[in-house]
C-alpha cells in the first residue's frame, strides 16, 4: 500500500511524471458509475495541523507540454464529476497541494508540479481483488491491453460493488503473467477511460506507468479517436450533425446527466454523428466523440429528441415513434426483449501507441443483440414500403 500522507506534509513523494490515482468508491450514487475516472488507491487518515482527519484521494502530476492554466481549471478539466466550485473549495481550504504547498485557485500549473488532492472521509474498497473471469482480449502487447467489453460488466469495483468488475479478471490476468506482481503493482492506473455497464466494446487499459500517462494525455488532448453505432428513435432529419452542448449533472435528479447547451453548467461535450441507415421510427447512426463525458451520446441524443433505443434512463424503453397499432407495440416490445438494454457499442478505437508512436486502430463486430434488432427493424422498414 501507499505510505499515508497528510495535507500538512510538506515533503511531497518523488513525482512519477503522469501517474495519476485518485479515489474508489465515491461514485456510488451514479448508475453510470463505471464510466467515472480511474480509481487509485486511498492512503491511510493522518491529522492536519487543525486536527482534521485527511485522506490522500488523488495525485497526479503536469505532463511536459502542458501550457500555463489556472489550478481550478485545470483540475475541473481533468477530474470528470468536479465542479468549478468544489475545486476551489478544496484548494482555499487548503486539501489541494501543488510540490507540497497550499496555494490559491489561480495558481498557474507548470509541467512538472505535483498536486496532491486530499479529504476528510475515508474511501473504503480500495483493494483490487484478482479473480478470475473470461475476458475477450482484441489485442495485448507489452504496453497496452484492448478488451472488448461485453454487455452487463461494470469496469471497475465502487461503492456496493466491489467484486465481479473488468479490472478484477484483469488483475487476475496479469498475476498469472507475472506471479511476482504486488498490490501496489497492479495497473489501477492502467484504466484511462471507462464505458457503461450496459454498454458493449471497445476499452484499452494500460499495463504499466509509461503506457498510462502517454494514453490518460491523449484522452485529456481529446485526441483519442473513438467511435460508437447507436440506434436512436425516430427519423434524424439531417445526414450528418455536430452536437455541442454541455453535459452535466441533471438540476433535479443528480443520478442522471443532462445536456446544457447554454454551457452555464456542466462541461463542454461534443458529439458528431452521421446516419448510417434509416428504418423509419429509428435510425442505426455513428456517433464519434470529440469529448467524453458521462452518458455523453445517450445524453446529446435524448437532447436533439432521438434517445437511444431501449435506454432506461434517457427515456428510450417505451414507444417514442410509430403507430398507436397493438401488432406494433408487440414489434417494439419484441425488440426490446431481443436487446435488453440501450444500444449503444463502442465499436472502434484509436490512439497513438505509448511505445511505437504510430497510430493504430482496433474495431469490433457488433454483438448479436444489436445485429438482431437492427435486422429486424430493418424487415419491418422494407415491409411498410
Given at each position: 500500500?501507499?505510505?499515508?500522507?497528510?495535507?500538512?506534509?510538506?515533503?511531497?513523494?518523488?513525482?512519477?511524471?503522469?501517474?495519476?490515482?485518485?479515489?474508489?468508491?465515491?461514485?456510488?450514487?451514479?448508475?453510470?458509475?463505471?464510466?467515472?475516472?480511474?480509481?487509485?488507491?486511498?492512503?491511510?487518515?493522518?491529522?492536519?495541523?487543525?486536527?482534521?482527519?485527511?485522506?490522500?484521494?488523488?495525485?497526479?502530476?503536469?505532463?511536459?507540454?502542458?501550457?500555463?492554466?489556472?489550478?481550478?481549471?485545470?483540475?475541473?478539466?481533468?477530474?470528470?464529476?468536479?465542479?468549478?466550485n468544489?475545486v476551489?473549495?478544496?484548494?482555499?481550504?487548503?486539501?489541494?497541494?501543488?510540490?507540497?504547498?497550499?496555494?490559491?485557485?489561480?495558481?498557474?500549473?507548470?509541467?512538472?508540479?505535483?498536486?496532491?488532492?486530499?479529504?476528510?472521509?475515508?474511501?473504503?474498497?480500495?483493494?483490487?481483488?484478482?479473480?478470475e473471469?473470461?475476458?475477450?482480449?482484441?489485442?495485448?502487447?507489452?504496453?497496452?491491453?484492448i478488451?472488448?467489453?461485453?454487455?452487463?460488466?461494470?469496469?471497475?469495483?465502487?461503492?456496493?460493488?466491489?467484486?465481479?468488475?473488468?479490472?478484477?479478471?484483469?488483475?487476475?490476468?496479469?498475476?498469472?503473467?507475472?506471479?511476482?506482481l504486488?498490490?501496489?503493482?497492479?495497473?489501477?492506473?492502467?484504466?484511462?477511460?471507462?464505458?457503461?455497464?450496459?454498454?458493449?466494446?471497445?476499452?484499452?487499459?494500460?499495463k504499466?506507468?509509461?503506457?498510462?500517462?502517454?494514453?490518460?494525455?491523449?484522452?485529456?488532448?481529446?485526441?483519442?479517436?473513438?467511435?460508437?453505432?447507436?440506434?436512436?428513435?425516430?427519423?434524424i432529419?439531417?445526414?450528418?450533425?455536430?452536437?455541442?452542448?454541455?453535459?452535466?449533472?441533471?438540476?433535479?435528479?443528480?443520478?442522471?446527466?443532462?445536456?446544457?447547451?447554454?454551457?452555464?453548467?456542466g462541461?463542454?461535450?461534443?458529439?458528431?454523428?452521421?446516419?448510417?441507415?434509416?428504418?423509419?421510427?429509428?435510425?442505426?447512426?455513428?456517433?464519434?466523440?470529440?469529448?467524453?463525458?458521462?452518458?455523453?451520446?445517450?445524453?446529446?441524443?435524448?437532447?436533439?429528441?432521438?434517445?437511444?433505443?431501449?435506454?432506461?434512463?434517457?427515456?428510450?424503453?417505451?414507444?417514442?415513434?410509430?403507430?398507436?397499432?397493438?401488432?406494433?407495440?408487440?414489434?417494439v416490445?419484441?425488440?426490446?426483449?431481443?436487446?435488453?438494454?440501450?444500444?449503444l457499442?463502442?465499436?472502434?478505437?484509436?490512439?497513438?501507441?505509448?511505445?511505437?508512436?504510430?497510430?493504430?486502430?482496433?474495431?469490433?463486430?457488433?454483438?448479436?443483440?444489436?445485429?438482431?434488432?437492427i435486422?429486424?427493424?430493418?424487415?419491418?422498414?422494407?415491409?411498410?414500403?
Open positions: 500500500m501507499r505510505k499515508k500522507r497528510s495535507a500538512s506534509d510538506q515533503s511531497p513523494k518523488k513525482p512519477v511524471p503522469g501517474d495519476i490515482h485518485s479515489p474508489s468508491g465515491n461514485k456510488g450514487n451514479n448508475p453510470g458509475a463505471d464510466n467515472e475516472p480511474a480509481d487509485a488507491e486511498t492512503a491511510e487518515g493522518e491529522s492536519s495541523d487543525s486536527g482534521e482527519e485527511l485522506y490522500e484521494r488523488m495525485s497526479l502530476v503536469v505532463d511536459k507540454g502542458q501550457e500555463p492554466m489556472r489550478l481550478d481549471k485545470f483540475l475541473v478539466a481533468r477530474i470528470e464529476g468536479a465542479s468549478r468544489k476551489q473549495q478544496s484548494i482555499e481550504m487548503g486539501r489541494t497541494l501543488v510540490n507540497g504547498k497550499t496555494v490559491q485557485p489561480n495558481h498557474k500549473i507548470k509541467p512538472g508540479e505535483e498536486i496532491v488532492l486530499f479529504s476528510d472521509k475515508e474511501t473504503p474498497g480500495e483493494e483490487i481483488i484478482p479473480e473471469m473470461p475476458l475477450n482480449i482484441a489485442y495485448e502487447d507489452e504496453d497496452i491491453l478488451i472488448n467489453k461485453p454487455v452487463g460488466l461494470v469496469v471497475h469495483p465502487a461503492s456496493g460493488n466491489y467484486s465481479g468488475t473488468l479490472i478484477n479478471g484483469v488483475a487476475w490476468y496479469l498475476l498469472q503473467q507475472n506471479s511476482h504486488n498490490q501496489d503493482e497492479l495497473p489501477r492506473y492502467g484504466l484511462v477511460h471507462r464505458i457503461d455497464k450496459n454498454t458493449s466494446g471497445l476499452m484499452v487499459l494500460a504499466n506507468g509509461k503506457a498510462h500517462s502517454s494514453l490518460a494525455k491523449q484522452f485529456f488532448d481529446h485526441s483519442i479517436h473513438r467511435q460508437y453505432i447507436a440506434l436512436v428513435w425516430g427519423d432529419a439531417e445526414d450528418t450533425g455536430t452536437i455541442r452542448a454541455h453535459v452535466g449533472r441533471h438540476k433535479r435528479f443528480r443520478k442522471i446527466f443532462d445536456a446544457y447547451p447554454d454551457g452555464e453548467q462541461k463542454e461535450a461534443v458529439t458528431h454523428y452521421k446516419v448510417l441507415e434509416r428504418y423509419g421510427y429509428v435510425t442505426l447512426v455513428q456517433c464519434e466523440l470529440e469529448t467524453g463525458r458521462t452518458h455523453q451520446i445517450r445524453v446529446h441524443m435524448q437532447h436533439i429528441g432521438h434517445p437511444l433505443f431501449n435506454d432506461e434512463t434517457y427515456g428510450g424503453d417505451r414507444i417514442v415513434k410509430g403507430t398507436v397499432f397493438t401488432k406494433y407495440k408487440q414489434f416490445d419484441n425488440c426490446f426483449e431481443i436487446c435488453p438494454r440501450h444500444a457499442h463502442a465499436r472502434t478505437i484509436g490512439f497513438i501507441h505509448p511505445r511505437t508512436r504510430q497510430t493504430v486502430s482496433f474495431e469490433s463486430e457488433l454483438p448479436d443483440d444489436m445485429k438482431q434488432v435486422e429486424k427493424w430493418k424487415n419491418y422498414a422494407k415491409n411498410r414500403m
